[in-house]
């Protein structure tokens, strides 16, 4: 071809040079055309195509969006929409002559087929299947905390000694196992129906707010429903496998320990006295299981239970009154913070423990090893309060308490070894 005139190429090139988006000064033609002397026209603006590319380009992407799994695992986004920011086209979208190669998968892989459905992702069941079961172990702790498997195991004993000095003749041990065995359910669900009724309470102490209810591992349906349901049980296994008058008496520890103790202690300091009433009826249900009546001796036993509560409680009242006293809890030294009606208590039911604790004896339930032992016991329980109403103090409070733990088991059990 020859050559264009010297006036026509400049302005070809500059046709051409619009007509693919590029401006005059583009290129080996728009030099050649500058270097003429052409004149440079003002720029235009670029391309709607050129835009939209330049929008796609510099839009901020987001941290997450549908398809980022499927893109991370080598296939394609959901749907087979292109990712406007990756710059790829979808599956069968490439323009035509141009073939794009699929690359292999990570570390050596073979390619994936980029119309493959997305695979789902694996959840990992052996992580899941730890964490169910540590929940699952956690639930069944904090069920058996509302139950305080310290107190039900005194219930137990109390109620065991009771059977066995009640008994007469051979020891029926299958008749014991099962009064164990319903008391147990039953003191476990009684126990954890009062935290149900003074989880508010519970929650203002400092010595009980770790509770499973108040510390929140536990919701009150749970605690309320799981309270009824093993009481109730315990109920009519006593009432079937051991007789209508444990199950009766079992009973009746239940409702006053629910309905009259546990709401009178936000009323009266008489709670403790109402509160001591149930907590002396389990020896009751083991003598009435063995002889099926309610003989002398099951209210010397009652006895017995009934007046060492009352030392024992006042002596944890004394040292957490303010505890109890946060907590809207009327206990005898919180009413009387000068504490000479506590100290006063203490005394007089040591006294009066003393006296009957030498009643078995007495009355031929036990012997003479026994009037020895309790005797010695009982006044040295009555010097450990003599000498906490003579100075009060945490200190003295404390021994007080610790008397009263170390008296009721030897006491129970020298009855149980002098057994008349």
Known sequence: ????????????VRLRADRHGAGPGDG???LRAAGAGAPRPA???AP?????LAGALLRPRPARRPGDRARAAGGPPAGGRADPGSGRRPPGGARPGRGRRRRPGPQGDPPRDRNAPERPVTPPTEAVAEAVARERRQVATDLCALAKPRVVLMVLVTTMVGFYVGSTGALDRARLLHLLLGTALAAGGTLALNQYLERDVDARMQRTRTRPLPDGRLQPPEALGFGALVGATGLAYLALAVGGLAALVTAATAILYLFAYTPLKLRSPFCMIVGAVPGALPPVTGWVAARGDLAPGACILFGILFLWQLPHTLAIAR??????ARAGVRVLPVV??????TERQIVLSCLALLAVGLLPTVSGLAGGTYFAGALVLGLLFLACGAAQAVAPSPA???????ASLLYLPALLALLALDKS
């Open 336 to 341: 009387d913070p000068a504490g000479a009606s």
């Open 396 to 402: 003295a409070a404390r021994r007080v308490l610790f």
């Open 319 to 324: 040292l957490y009154r303010d505890d109890y």
């Open 48 to 52: 709607a195509r050129r835009r939209r």
């Open 28 to 30: 080996p033609a728009g």
């Open 43 to 45: 720029p235009r603006p």
């Open 1 to 12: 071809m020859g050559r264009p005139p010297p006036g026509g190429g400049g302005r070809r």
